[in-house]
């Protein structure tokens, strides 16, 4: 399995304002994800962020509200831009290995 | 064609009874279906999966039973523990183990 560390774990924001999200997993891993989990409901992925080339956007998303780094095979930042009170949600890193996936514990954001 | 239906959204069940939770897909290039456990405040942590072609896999008290003609696939808790009170999703990949689709979720409570 893979050891994510997500940070910050929780978050209160303002409105207007960008929170950036860091994902470091314990092993070098060729797909991250980066998942969306509104209060009470599922899981909806964002977008997928590969080591050197531009994330890949879920429909719905995209990359000026949800800015996406991935500098290695370790790491990753999600940007929530603007935020609105409808941006308060989880978010979760995600990757694969071993044809499974595994999750972070996830940003808990609230946005004011 | 995309969605993972699961039911029931609660479930409530006596300490060492039988929890069961459905889900039912429609898209059958889906060849990947895993269950995952969601405690409060943590991530989602992956449970048990199955691919189609096999109808019943079991590890330890956790059981997904698979009908492909159906397109329908359920977990089964045997002697359900106060511990097992979790929140328990269903997810379906027709891209391996990648590009998850999230069922909406059981709560399930086990009554001591």
């Known amino acids: 399995s893979a050891v994510i560390s997500q940070k910050p774990s929780r978050d209160i924001c303002q409105r207007g304002t960008s929170l950036t999200i860091q994902c470091q997993v314990d092993s070098q891993v060729t797909m991250m994800f980066w998942y969306r989990q509104q209060p009470g409901q599922s899981l909806t992925l964002i977008a997928t962020a590969n080591q050197g080339s531009e994330a890949t956007y879920e429909s719905g998303f995209v990359i000026d509200k949800f800015p996406i780094s991935r500098p290695n095979l370790t790491f990753s930042t999600l940007t929530v831009s603007n935020m609105s009170p409808e941006d308060s949600s989880i978010y979760l890193c995600?990757?694969?290995?071993?044809?499974?996936?595994?999750f972070g514990s996830g940003t808990q954001l609230s946005v004011l | 064609q995309q969605q993972v239906k699961q039911s029931p959204q609660s479930l409530i069940v006596q300490k060492g009874g039988i929890s069961i939770i459905n889900c039912a897909y429609e898209?059958?290039?889906?060849?990947?279906f895993p269950w995952y456990q969601q405690f409060p405040g943590k991530g989602p942590a992956l449970l048990i999966a199955i691919r189609p072609d096999v109808s019943e896999k079991k590890e330890g008290r956790f059981t997904i039973s698979f009908n492909k003609s159906a397109k329908q696939f359920s977990l089964h808790i045997m002697d359900s523990q106060p511990g097992d009170s979790a929140t328990y999703f269903c997810?379906?990949?027709?891209?391996?183990?990648?590009?998850?689709?999230f069922g909406t979720g059981t709560r399930l409570l086990v009554s001591p």
């Open positions: 898209n059958t290039a889906f060849d990947y």
């Open positions: 995600s990757v694969s290995t071993n044809e499974k996936l595994f």
């Open positions: 997810a379906a990949s027709y891209l391996g183990f990648q590009k998850l689709v």
